[in-house]
């Protein structure tokens, strides 16, 4: 297999189309420098998939398309095909020609084709994978990677033998590999995390379920207990309707009786008041009289006391006034006299001024005269010292030069002695650093492995710290919610404990027996402790029982009699006692009584029937009003509104305490034990956040940021070393050239310099003869200088006195003209301010003169009010008696019209009571029909519930039915669909379960891939390993002397064997470097041909292309290249860039590359045979 063509277009300096056809043998490519020949190996890297620009000589892959010259365009396009035959099928395709190619266009976009085939980038590289013709592969070597190849800076020495052991297909699947590795561990993570979510999701679904269950069973039997209620309801409240029709037309004709009696007496009661309205009129007449004569005399009374006060504010103002204008008149002839004294001075000052600029112009144009005349033969002097300066460099450089190459002939022996020391020394310096530098290295990555464990050590220290602020943050907003907690149950705890300790609460006969004879009474309690109900009802159970709350209940009589006797000995007031033994066993309950929303122990039941089983709870008092009560029955509304069984009302605004006084001691107690509970919680939260703090405040993250700059200062050190060290051996390596540049230009200059030498003399002597000519004339002119420069320093400074003489003048006269400024317009001012004032005085005489008269007027005004509001009392009087004689007839009259009003307000509130029953059982029958109509959709005549038992009341039912729904409520808000769900979210998780178990088998199957991978290529690695180190010996050998010792070592420690380091050995011609660095040129090149050589032997490439790599090679050594390319020319095609005649000289073809038009290539082919 070979390649047979190579066409390019538009790629670098090859604009043309241009064909290059190879034989099976050598091919060299020659030509001078720059004329394209290293851009051939460019195309064939190009063409084999190259991405690396670098590796192109380009900054950027653009740069690869033809840029045009100044005579030709640029082009869009750059285009290479490269065509082997493959006549051994070594590459994996069917076709015994193949040909590549490869399109990059100026937009960016490329194109990759296999015979003529579009294709990826992936399939060529994989075509050429493992067979040593990769564009990275060991088939196209260059000068530069020798030096890459021996120093290892890339790995690139070890990806040779990768290519020659056939790896790098297996590192390539083990790449693949991991990646699919972390992938599916990825997915692991993702869909255990969609697991946690979705078991919660389940769990919460499952609960759902449950609840849906329970509730569907309680609602079907609170369906059927409601209807069987309300049917009963509702045929109880028809059979109590007709007896309460019959009441109602009776207190109907009553009403009608009472009507017309009413009516005659409002008839006369009407004329009474007729009377009375015109007598009262009269009387409002006469008051209105009265009140407006006072009104009158007042306002007169205040007129004349403001005016007194506006007359000596005037007064004040003109005193004040006539003192200002005099100060005034004072002031403004001051000022007058300071202008007049400033103007005399400026004229002074200004006539002054123009003498002194006359002699300022004077001394100024003698001053410039001198100034010219010095400037003048001081660039004369200046230009001579030039003409000196000249001269004498002239003459040095004569000196320096014969010195120069008499010091050249003296010392060109020792010179290059030393030259040959330095050099010596200065590979001796090269080999150390180098040493070095390898230290160095290995500190470097010690360094650096700790600093990454430092940077993790800390990422780990900020993510706990923030872990714990977040936590502290959560615990104090739980401290200060429990704080406020324990804040508002303190306030209300110490408000009941207040309540209970007032009057308030109960009397002081009560509370003395409670807390000072607790231990004679055990049992003994109030009405209020006893019951309890919620807050919906608290209200109205206080307002129902009222005092009753504070009645005392014990057991027995005897202790009734014992607690009386102890308040009369001790004085200590009245009190209600309630014996239990004297109650009855139970009383009658009214359906919607208190009774059914009040708890308490079952030993006081017959005591809650007693006072709560006839009192009726309302929702408002508009609704409790409108309904009609048996006589013994009372009510109350949940706001507070008692009526009882004599009609009386109890109504009005409810203390803040309201509702309280009901089972305080209970309350008490429950907030007592609040409090405990939340000081509990307060306390752990308290520990916690103290414990939390203490953790953080042990996360010092500053000494680990600390830690992290010293080891990233190590590494600056080390790195700084490490270029120092570089540029140590750049500048050794330079100087050596140098060195034997400069060993060269001694030898071949030596005979030129006693020519000089003797040509020196007659010019040196000339020269000094000038330079003594220039001398004398300079004393001449500086002494001259030095007259002019006194004449210079006289004249300038009489002409700077002269200046600041104007320059003071002129200060003087800016300043004096600002002073007469200042001093007129101050004039002004005070002559304005005057002005000002004298108006003003005149304005108060006028208002003064005003106010006298308006006081005058004013007292003539009083002395009529008085007079006339005489009169007017005295009608006033006569007026008032006659409308009390009248009201006195009329109240007579309404006493007995009130008592027929009240007569007709008991028929119509007992008519409004009964139609009010009415309505409330119609009322109620509505509610019972609109409750099934709403709740199942059905009139209550279509029912078929059972009726209820005998063995069940309704009060029975009624407790059942709030059971019932109390545990529908309790449940919460359910779910319907909550059980299908369920069923899916079910299979939901059990999918993903499957999942797991799936990608848990394909992670294992992945992690024993890639075991397969590391052993085969690991096992073929070393295989390989060992056949080319062998070769490697004996190619060195042969390409050096037999006993010169080269070796190639694997590095033994390493984690990888796949990634271990190679190092190369080789010590030429009795030479013992510690570094392969430390070779020549020649002898790197020659190593690295060896290596190259020790590979073809293992794995021969199909084709090499070599950049003149034999640059450095000296003629012995040419040889022995050249014969070895000869010999491996047998099994690999060879293509040679190179300047060496021997080399050039093995080639079967040759193609010389030119440059006929600025920038663009053109090749030349011959065949050698045919040239010989």
């Not at 190009?46 to 380009?58: A, F, I, K, T, Y």
């Amino acid at each position: 297999m070979y390649i047979s063509e190579l066409e390019l277009q538009g790629f670098k300096s090859f604009a043309h189309a241009t064909k290059v056809s190879f034989d099976s043998g050598i091919t060299s490519i020659v030509g001078p420098n720059g004329c394209g020949k290293s851009n051939i190996v460019d195309a064939l890297r190009w063409v084999l998939g190259e991405q690396r620009p670098s590796l192109l000589r380009s900054s950027t892959m653009g740069n690869v398309i033809f840029n045009g010259t100044s005579k030709k365009k640029a082009l869009g396009m750059a285009e290479v095909s490269l065509t082997f035959v493959n006549n051994k099928s070594i590459l994996p395709i069917e076709y015994s020609e193949l040909t590549i190619t490869r399109r990059l266009y100026r937009s960016g976009d490329s194109e990759y084709l296999i015979n003529g085939t579009s294709c990826r980038l992936k399939d060529i590289m994989e075509l050429f994978m493992d067979t040593g013709m990769g564009s990275d592969a060991y088939s196209v070597i260059e000068l530069k990677m020798v030096e890459e190849i021996l120093n290892d800076k890339n790995n690139d020495r070890r990806k040779l033998f990768e290519e020659a052991a056939g790896v790098t297909r297996y590192k390539d699947q083990r790449k693949r590999s991991l990646r699919k590795l972390e992938e599916t561990r990825k997915d692991l993570q993702r869909i255990d995390d969609l697991l946690i979510e979705l078991r919660k999701k389940t769990r919460n679904l499952e609960i759902q379920a449950e609840k849906a269950v329970k509730a569907k069973g309680y609602k079907e039997e609170l369906e059927k207990l409601d209807k069987a209620l309300t049917l009963y309801d509702h045929e109880r409240i028809q059979q109590e309707l007709n007896p309460l029709i019959e009441r109602i037309n009776s207190a109907q004709f009553e009403k009608i009786e009472l009507q017309q009696k009413l009516s005659s007496l409002e008839k006369e009661d009407e004329k009474a008041r007729n009377a009375l309205l015109r007598k009262e009129r009269a009387q409002v007449e006469a008051q209105r009289r009265v009140q407006s004569l006072a009104e009158a005399i007042q306002e007169a009374t205040t007129q004349i006391r403001i005016a007194h006060q506006k007359i000596e504010s005037e007064e004040k103002v003109l005193s004040e006034y006539k003192r200002d204008i005099k100060q005034g008149n004072k002031n403004l002839a001051e000022l007058q006299q300071i202008r007049t004294y400033t103007q005399e001075k400026l004229k002074g000052f200004i006539t002054e001024q123009t003498l002194s600029k006359k002699s300022l112009e004077g001394s100024r144009v003698i001053y410039t005269q001198t100034q010219q005349q010095y400037s003048k033969v001081r660039h004369e002097i200046y230009e001579q010292e030039v003409q000196i300066s000249a001269t004498k460099n002239e003459l040095i450089q004569l000196q320096a030069k014969r010195i120069k190459i008499e010091s050249k002939l003296e010392n060109t022996e020792g010179n290059l002695e030393r030259i040959e020391a330095e050099i010596y020394n200065m590979n001796n310096e090269i080999a150390t650093i180098t040493k070095q530098q390898s230290q160095v290295d290995e500190q470097l990555e010690t360094i650096l492995n700790q600093r990454n464990q430092q940077e993790k050590l800390l990422e780990e220290a900020r993510v706990r710290k923030e872990q714990f602020a977040h936590t502290q943050n959560e615990t104090k907003d739980q401290i200060r919610s429990l704080n406020s907690d324990l804040a508002s149950t303190e306030s209300e705890s110490r408000l009941l404990q207040d309540l209970f300790t007032s009057n308030e609460a109960s009397p002081s006969s009560v509370q003395y027996l409670l807390e000072e004879q607790r231990f004679n009474f055990k049992n003994m309690t109030t009405v209020s402790d006893i019951f309890s109900t919620d807050e919906t009802y608290a209200i109205a159970l206080e307002s129902a029982l009222g005092p009753i709350l504070n009645y005392l209940v014990v057991d027995t009589m005897d202790e009734v009699l014992a607690a009386a006797k102890l308040l009369k000995k001790y004085k200590k007031g009245l009190a209600t006692f309630i014996p239990l033994q004297q109650l009855a066993a139970t009383y009658d309950v009214a359906d919607g009584s208190l009774f059914h929303h009040v708890k308490s122990k079952t030993k006081y039941s017959a005591l809650k029937q007693l006072l709560l089983g006839n009192i009726l709870v309302f929702e408002n008092a508009e609704l409790m009003n409108k309904t009609e009560l048996k006589k013994e029955w009372s009510s109350v509304s949940l706001q507070g509104d008692v009526r009882n069984q004599y009609s009386f009302y109890t109504s009005g605004s409810k203390s803040t305490h309201a509702g309280m006084r009901v089972s305080l001691n209970t309350k008490i107690e429950r907030l007592e034990k609040k409090q405990v509970k939340i000081q509990k919680e307060l306390h752990k939260l308290t520990e916690y956040l103290e414990q939390i703090q203490s953790k953080s405040s042990q996360i010092d993250l500053p000494s680990l940021n600390k830690v992290l700059k010293d080891f990233e200062q190590q590494i600056r050190t080390f790195e700084q070393q490490k270029n120092s060290m570089s540029s140590k051996v750049q500048v050794y390596q330079k100087n050596i050239t140098n060195q034997v540049n400069r060993k060269n230009s001694l030898q071949s200059n030596e005979g030129n310099a006693q020519q000089e030498l003797a040509n020196i003399a007659p010019s040196q002597k000339e020269i000094q003869q000038k330079l003594d000519r220039f001398n004398h004339k300079l004393e001449q002119q500086k002494s001259l200088l030095e007259s002019l420069d006194e004449q210079r320093s006289g004249a300038q400074s009489r002409y700077n006195d002269a200046q600041l003489k104007n320059q003071d003048l002129t200060n003087k006269i800016e300043n004096h003209e600002r002073e007469i400024q200042r001093a007129q317009i101050s004039i002004n001012e005070v002559e304005q301010r005057i002005k000002l004032r004298e108006e003003r005085i005149h304005k108060a005489n006028k208002h003064i003169n005003f106010n006298t008269e308006k006081v005058t007027s004013s007292n003539e005004k009083l002395t009529q009010y008085n007079a006339q509001k005489e009169e007017a009392d005295q009608v006033l009087s006569k007026t008032q008696e006659a409308a009390a004689i009248e009201r006195g007839n009329i109240n007579e009259m309404e006493k007995e019209l009130k008592e027929i009003r009240r007569q007709k307000e008991v028929n119509i509130e007992l008519v409004h009571h009964l139609h009010m029953a009415k309505e409330k059982m119609d009322l109620q029958s509505e509610r019972l029909r609109d409750h099934i109509w709403e709740s199942y959709g059905l009139l209550i005549k279509q029912i078929r519930s059972e009726p209820l038992s005998e063995k069940e009341s309704p009060e029975e039912v009624k407790e059942r039915i709030s059971w019932l729904n109390h545990k529908i409520n309790s449940l919460g808000e359910v779910n319907p669909l909550a059980i299908e769900e369920y069923e899916e979210e079910s299979k939901r998780l059990n999918f993903y379960k499957e999942q797991i178990e799936d990608l848990t088998k394909a992670e294992i199957q992945v992690l024993e891939t890639i075991d397969e991978i590391n052993t085969t290529a690991t096992e073929r690695f070393n295989q390989t390993f060992e056949k080319i180190r062998k070769n490697f010996q004996l190619v060195f050998k042969t390409l050096f002397f037999a006993d010169d010792l080269c070796d190639l070592i694997i590095e033994q420690d390493s984690k990888d064997p796949l990634e271990a380091h190679i190092e190369i050995k080789a010590q030429p011609r009795g030479k013992r470097p510690s570094v392969i660095s430390q070779l020549s040129g020649g002898e790197k090149t020659l190593t690295a041909i060896a290596l190259l050589f020790a590979i073809y032997l293992v794995k021969p490439s199909p084709f090499c292309v070599l950049d003149e790599v034999d640059a450095p090679l000296d003629d012995a050594n040419i040889e022995r290249f050249a014969k070895m390319i000869k010999e491996f020319s047998n099994d690999t095609q060879f293509i040679i860039i190179t300047h060496n005649k021997k080399t050039m000289s093995k080639a079967e073809m040759m193609y010389g590359v030119t440059m006929p038009e600025t920038g663009v290539s053109r090749l030349v082919g011959v065949r050698m045979e045919d040239v010989a």
